[in-house]
């Protein structure tokens, strides 16, 4: 009898017991599908490949807008065996980068960007050193005139030396790539060396030309493969051809950087570089460890703002000319608004508030440009949790800068040039919360203020004093507007004619 009951409570003590671990087992199953369900979807991927198949790496921002329209504005992507999540439309991207600013604020270190920098510099470095290289740039920047009147002028008087070249040519058909390029690289020069260079200098001239074809190459579909599949690099050309410019580059600053040490005085600071020195001499003095002003910090703090105080300035004033020969009715009446508010004149930054159609025009350029479309990309710093979906912490980003400048909902005719996005009713100038060419957030352009005044004052000084054409036997409808893609978008290669007004 006993034996009996000890089996049977044996046995509803086994029963429960089975039960119970169906019951854990169940609700783990669920708690883990549920877990599933709130990371964001997306198309599904392939062993190995991950969604490379879903997607046209030369043109990846465009892929990647058209993947959004089926899986939201929130979804995910594998590029091989690495998880990224893409952000789409303003909405989306405003209210990562600004109200979760500190969960999206981390950068994403792809194998080829660790390449350029090791973990140093600006632009691709994380945590403590990120935070005190942003901060000093900043600083310094503002210090020698970010923004400011002193700039003001170091912009005007290289917006002499621009119009002088381009007088040169006499209204015949010229790239003017190369001279655009010297004149917006002369201007974080000055601010980084204490000097700009001649329009002929040779040196200037390969450091220039190395700096476009790096930013080129690291948008090509070969090097987004290496960032995938990082032990292919040495067989790739592309990237040996990246490999041997940054070195180069790196030689050649780290001349000009001896340079000015030999004729430093820390009682004159001339430029970054010296700025930089006389921090990590002072510091050395107080015998302070583990400070993040050492050599490879300068160097590629260097190599970072030099190169993007070039490239995308550089560009953006292209699409600005292209566009007003190709939309010569839009010229027109910049030209006749400047000619009405500030006549022969030299412009100055405080025209800016009385040339509202110029200022329009300006923006609308920086907006259909679409210069970095991707963004430079993100990482998640944390676990989160973001319009319902879970994010895990080291998440790989992409805030879709094309998605914003293009979103249908922010603007009336999002793939069209079209000035009156920045005008209201009565033609005065209007801030549009989606133009975010800079970005935005923590990892914002942080020559932002600087980039503004020279594409104001560089493209208001060439409209004053030239009328711009298509090369003779082009027509306005054959002019090209299809970007060179590279990591930033640039117009494809052509001539236009710079024609006297005066």
């Known amino acids: 009898m006993i034996e009996d009951l000890f089996q049977s409570s044996t046995s509803v003590s086994l029963l429960v017991a089975i039960v119970g671990l169906l019951v854990l087992h169940l609700f783990y199953s669920s708690f883990s599908s549920q877990d599933k369900k709130r990371e964001p979807p997306g198309p599904k991927p392939l062993p190995l490949l991950g969604n490379l198949l879903h997607v046209d790496l030369k043109r990846l921002d465009s892929s990647l807008l058209n993947l959004s329209k089926k899986y939201g504005p929130v979804f995910t992507v594998y590029f091989g065996q690495k998880k990224v999540v893409v952000l789409t439309g303003y909405r989306t991207v405003k209210q990562a980068l600004i109200n979760h600013a500190e969960e999206f604020g981390d950068r994403a270190v792809t194998p080829i960007f660790y390449d350029f920098n090791r973990g140093h510099g600006i632009i691709f470095s994380n945590g403590d050193s990120w935070k005190e290289m942003r901060r000093f740039a900043l600083t310094t920047l503002r210090d020698f005139g970010m923004g400011k009147r002193s700039s003001e002028g170091k912009i005007i008087e290289e917006c002499r030396y621009l119009i002088e070249e381009f007088e040169q040519h006499e209204g015949k058909a010229f790239d003017n790539s190369h001279t655009i390029n010297y004149a917006a690289s002369n201007i974080i020069s000055a601010i980084i060396f204490g000097k700009r260079f001649e329009y002929k200098d040779p040196v200037f001239h390969v450091m220039l030309k190395r700096d476009h074809e790096t930013i080129r190459l690291t948008g090509s579909a070969s090097i987004q493969i290496y960032n995938v599949i990082p032990w292919l690099g040495p067989c790739l050309k592309n990237w040996r051809v990246l490999m041997k410019n940054v070195e180069d580059n790196k030689e050649e600053i780290k ?23 006389i921090r990590k001499m002072n510091l050395e003095e107080s015998e302070i460890k583990d400070s993040h002003y050492h050599d490879d910090n300068l160097l590629y703090s260097v190599l970072n703002l030099f190169a993007a105080g070039t490239d995308t300035m550089g560009y953006t004033l292209q699409w600005c000319l292209l566009f007003m020969a190709k939309y010569p009715h839009f010229q027109d009446r910049v030209q006749e608004e400047l000619d009405r508010v500030v006549g022969s004149r030299q412009v100055g930054v405080e025209d800016r508030k009385n040339l509202p159609y110029t200022d329009a025009v300006i923006h609308e350029s920086q907006r259909l440009a679409n210069i970095v479309p991707l963004a430079i990309p993100h990482k998640t710093s944390q676990d989160v949790t973001f319009q319902g979906y879970f994010i895990k912490e080291g998440t790989i980003v992409f805030p879709l800068l094309t998605s914003v400048l293009y979103d249908e909902s922010e603007w009336e005719t999002p793939h069209t040039f079209n000035p009156s996005h920045f005008l209201d009713k009565e033609g005065k100038f209007i801030r549009k919360d989606a133009f ?67």
Request: glycine fraction near 6%; charge should be negative; aromatic fraction near 10%.
């Open 255 to 277: 001349s000009k950087v001896a340079e000015l040490k030999e004729t430093l005085n820390p009682e004159m600071c001339r430029c970054f570089v010296d700025a930089f020195l």
């Open 436 to 502: 975010m060419p800079f970005s935005a957030g923590r990892r914002a352009c942080l020559g932002e203020s600087l980039a503004r005044m020279e594409l104001f004052l560089f493209f208001t000084s060439l409209l004053q004093r030239f009328h711009f054409t298509p090369p003779p036997g082009v027509t306005v409808d054959e002019l090209d507007l299809t970007p060179a893609v590279g990591f930033t978008l640039g117009p494809s290669p052509h001539e236009l004619c710079a024609v006297s007004r005066q």
